[in-house]
């Protein structure tokens, strides 16, 4: 295997303390131009360069590769960190800490071995596995076709594909001719890939969310993962990908209420009838405050524990330990969901007529939120948690949960 052209140095992150107190740095850094960014929707290609060199994106790399393996509780806890400074910067490498997870599970020695090392050295896997105009999320129609020398070519058409623009690599997720469900770890570069910076969502706005076109790209045979395998037994991979969407949620909702809290103490004018002096003296929007705060509190207790539900079942792996995982990520991710919605929206609630200024930007938030709770519906995550708990049973095998 050959790694795409661009050098790429990073710091390797020993444990996870490490990854911790990096990762709250780097989220104070990303605070600061997040509003600017999503406003004049500035794709954040200097502080993906940055999360690149610090070492974070290598902290799930197994420690027998030379990682830190961080628990999956810290990997939860540093995407919620980055999602409080920047949402949308946050989103970017979460299909490269699934990607990764894949590797881990079905990657041969040799693939583990490159790919660690690639990761090790900063650089970045990107995601283009979702498509448009199927029958569904799992309709899956992006094909790779074996070739006469024991290679393949794959063609296709991927849709909010978060990642693909900054990465290195691009896992594609296809279908191969036996129909079964393939990744193919692409260079960014490779002939026949083309990468279209056409997403125009209304939240996530600097994810470049956009459309991948795959036009007959020769792959490899030592750069194509049997993804398939996966879900032949009890599997994580749902749980993984879900939780970080969950941890997303949460850092949305936690920085929204930072937000809202600053401007109330150092913008916001007391009501007329209240008598007071300072709006945040205000015992009505203390009490709201508070209920936000719970709420909060809330899905930021629910993602840590899920995480460690997730770490536990990995040590013992089977189809009940695989099931309360996922059950637990689910239930963290509908609280986390609906914690965003509804302090994004209360922002404005608690902070004033000032606060919908477009020039504040302050209705990022929400538009964040809104946007990335779309990315699986919470209702059949709810559907899965009561037949769970009514009658025991296991939800399905799938990446969404």
Excluded at 14 to 29: C, F, H, M, N, R
Excluded at 266 to 276: A, D, I, N, V, Y
Excluded at 373 to 389: E, M
């Amino acid at each position: 295997m050959t790694a795409p052209a661009r050098p790429a140095t990073a710091h390797v992150i020993s444990d996870d303390a490490e990854a911790l107190a990096v990762a709250a740095e780097l989220a104070e850094v990303f605070r600061a131009g997040a509003a600017e960014r999503d406003a004049a929707r500035r794709l954040p290609h200097a502080e993906l360069a940055r999360l690149s060199a610090s070492g974070l994106l290598g902290i799930t790399v197994p420690r027998s590769h030379g990682g830190a393996q961080v628990r999956t509780e810290t990997l939860a806890e540093v995407v919620r960190l980055l999602a409080a400074g920047d949402a949308s910067l946050s989103q970017i490498p979460q299909s490269h800490f699934v990607y990764i997870e894949v590797l881990r599970r079905q990657g041969t020695a040799e693939q583990q071995a490159f790919f660690f090392g690639e990761v090790l050295a900063g650089r970045r896997l990107g995601n283009a596995q979702s498509e448009a105009g199927t029958r569904h999320v799992q309709d899956i129609r992006t094909r790779l076709v074996p070739a006469a020398d024991g290679s393949y070519v794959l063609s296709g058409v991927k849709h909010y594909a978060t990642g693909a623009l900054f990465a290195d690599w691009i896992p594609v997720l296809a279908r191969g001719r036996d129909e079964e469900l393939h990744v193919a770890y692409v260079p960014r570069e490779a002939p026949g890939v083309r990468i279209v910076d056409d997403w125009d969502g209304m939240g996530q706005r600097t994810t470049a969310s956009g459309t991948v076109h795959l036009e007959e790209v020769p792959v490899p045979a030592d750069r194509v993962v049997p993804h398939h395998l996966t879900f032949r037994g009890p599997q994580l991979h749902g749980a993984v990908a879900q939780l970080l969407h969950a941890a997303i949620d949460t850092g949305i909702a936690s920085g929204a209420l930072a937000e809202a809290a600053g401007f109330v103490r150092t913008k916001s004018r007391p009501w007329c009838e209240s008598g007071l002096d300072s709006a945040a003296e205000d015992p009505l929007l203390i009490q709201r405050f508070g209920e936000l705060a719970v709420r909060v509190r809330a899905a930021e207790a629910l993602v840590a524990s899920a995480a460690r539900t997730v770490d536990t079942a990995a040590r013992a792996l089977t189809d009940d330990s695989a099931a309360g995982a996922s059950i637990a990520v689910a239930a963290a991710k509908v609280v986390a969901a609906e914690a965003a919605v509804e302090t994004g929206s209360a922002l404005f609630e608690v902070a004033g007529t000032r606060a919908a200024l477009d020039g504040l930007n302050l209705h990022r938030h929400w538009r964040d939120a809104r946007t990335h709770t779309l990315h699986d519906p919470v209702r059949w995550k709810v559907q899965h948690i009561g037949r769970y708990v009514l009658n025991g049973t296991r939800p399905p095998r799938h990446g969404l949960l």
